[in-house]
């Protein structure tokens, strides 16, 4: 590997880092992606900055390699290598003893070195969208290892030793998108583990002792052709309480879980004998299978902008391009929020997504309206961060820039009470707008900033348990594709809490907040269906941009999802 760029021309970003003793260093985007290019990778000063916790290296395209005098950023506990085009990974990484957090999502890498099973320190593991076929042996050594990814790549098997018990806190494997044929019986090994997932993989079985594991709550085999096509119903629409049961039964006779008291259990999943006569409980099975296929149904309807009375479309100032260009948006109709925690348990689904698909943030923001509360037409624009203002979330209106400085202090604030070196997830979505003098927004017709991407979104436009259809808004400086995917994980996410809300009857209360319903309660909805309305984006000469959903969005293979255009 070919020293990198020594220029006495050193980066002002390193040059700063070093005068301040900083302990972190975020270098990412265009601009540092043409230093890369124009420097023939990065500049050999990094690696004196011996003082780094923190560092992030994203969105550079050009970086294909990192030197191997990584090695002297001993300190590192987080090292964030994520959407450029490396190709490798020193070995030298393994002399990072230090690394808790390492994420080298979005690459090119067909392998990772050896030497990662050396960082005893490791806790979370990130290799997602790259083209790994194999994972090395020896990760069993990574004995504080919490959390995995290596989802999308192209693995045909997992590690014999990731099953290992010395793995006591591995609590999330995530692996989907793969061609993962099997799935070890030792899986029961993992004493912590709560998060499977292996969808689309070519899994045919799934061992019984997965019942075993004391601790698993949430499994997703979807896309997998399994041989017990009852079994592949489940999993494409059951809860995973009801496959792990499935499967400590013994599903149709194959192999039992283990019990407790050493004996094996003689209860199907519904607590039902098997002693029954074969004919009887083959009918009866396909019944309860017929049952839970469709008691977890989700209906979408997609409403064509063209057929919609009243049209919403967004416009888009040329001033958001080198801010955060990609924004998709759409209305969704039929969502009940008033019953019971469902308004809850849509805010909570939505932090989710903001932690996992969206990265913290980083890759994606999303953002909710009440319908009603929005004023049209919308602009999604570019304003100088000094004059740009909003009534953020639980605050009084102020200024953008006052909103990040304060954030900033709470972050800092936070950090310091548990005692964290290395920065935030809060910390990390601030500084996607360092060094920018205009920030994007979306202005209403009375041109009130109603979102604030990737900050906040307006105390105006707030849904309560009365919101009865939402704006959605999704924006990304990745991506218009990562914007689409984060979307049709939201609408699914939003199907699935309907049709639970449907099934669940629970009191309809009054919201914390002050929030009127109105003098007469609404009837509950005769079906947890949703409506999509389609909303167009369109340049300021009124030239479409995107239109959410098409008719390549919301093509989910989840079977217990029918989406009606």
Not at 54 to 76: A, K, V
């Amino acid at each position: 590997m070919a020293e990198e760029n020594s220029s006495l021309d050193i980066w002002p970003e390193i040059e700063k880092a070093e005068k301040e003793n900083r302990r972190e260093l975020v270098l990412q985007g265009s601009a540092v992606d043409k230093k890369i290019q124009s420097s023939g990778g990065l500049h050999a000063g990094l690696y004196s900055l011996s003082l780094l916790n923190y560092l992030e290296i994203s969105q550079c395209p050009s970086l294909h390699e990192i030197h191997e005098n990584i090695r002297h950023l001993s300190h590192l506990q987080s090292l964030i290598l994520c959407r450029n085009k490396l190709t490798a990974v020193p070995k030298s990484i393994g002399d990072l003893k230090a690394i808790k957090v390492l994420d080298l999502s979005v690459n090119q890498l067909q392998a990772l070195p050896e030497e990662i099973c050396a960082l005893s320190e490791l806790n979370t593991l990130n290799v997602s969208c790259n083209s790994i076929t194999a994972l090395p042996d020896g990760l069993s050594k990574c004995v504080k290892l919490a959390s995995i990814n290596v989802s999308k790549n192209a693995l045909s098997r997992l590690p014999d030793d990731l099953w290992c018990s010395n793995l006591e806190l591995l609590s999330t494997i995530i692996a989907s998108e793969n061609a993962i044929e099997e799935l070890s019986s030792e899986v029961h090994n993992l004493p912590a583990l709560k998060v499977l997932d292996l969808s689309s993989n070519k899994l045919q079985e799934l061992p019984s002792e997965l019942a075993d594991c004391p601790k698993l709550k949430e499994t997703n085999f979807k896309g997998n052709k399994l041989k017990d096509k009852r079994l592949e119903k489940m999993v494409n629409g059951c809860q995973t309480k009801s496959v792990l049961d499935y499967l400590r039964a013994g599903g149709r006779g194959k192999g039992k879980g283990k019990q407790q008291d050493g004996e094996v259990s003689e209860k199907l999943d519904c607590g039902r004998n098997i002693s029954k006569k074969k004919g009887s409980a083959k009918q009866k099975g396909k019944k309860e299978a017929e049952d839970v296929d469709e008691l977890n149904r989700m209906v979408v309807r997609v409403l064509h902008v063209s057929k919609a009375p009243t049209a919403v479309t967004v416009k888009v100032s040329a001033g958001v391009k080198d801010v955060r260009p990609y924004i998709v948006c759409c209305i969704v109709k039929g969502m009940n929020l008033r019953q019971g925690n469902a308004l809850k348990r849509f805010l909570v689904a939505q932090t989710k997504l903001h932690d996992e698909i969206c990265a913290k943030r980083t890759t994606a923001t999303i953002a909710t309206h009440d319908l009603g509360l929005l004023k049209v037409p919308l602009l999604y624009d570019a304003r100088p961060r000094d004059t740009l203002k909003i009534v953020p979330l639980g605050r009084k209106e102020m200024r953008a820039a006052e909103l990040l400085e304060l954030l900033q202090q709470e972050a800092d604030e936070l950090r310091k009470q548990k005692k964290r070196q290395n920065v935030s997830g809060l910390h990390k979505y601030l500084q996607l707008l360092d060094g920018k003098d205009l920030y994007p927004c979306l202005v209403d017709a009375e041109d009130h900033v109603v979102s604030f991407p990737p900050i906040t979104n307006s105390e105006r436009t707030k849904i309560k348990r009365s919101t009865q259809e939402l704006f959605l808004e999704v924006t990304s400086s990745t991506s218009l594709q990562i914007c689409k995917d984060v979307m049709d994980a939201l609408i699914i996410k939003m199907a699935e809490l309907n049709k639970l809300t449907f099934h669940v009857k629970e009191d309809v209360g009054s919201d914390e907040e002050t929030d009127v319903i109105s003098d007469h309660p609404a009837e509950d909805p005769a079906s947890p269906e949703l409506t999509v309305v389609q909303v167009k984006v369109v340049d300021v000469d009124g030239n479409l941009k995107v239109v959410y959903p098409s008719k390549t969005d919301l093509m989910s293979d989840a079977s217990n999802l029918t989406v009606i255009r």
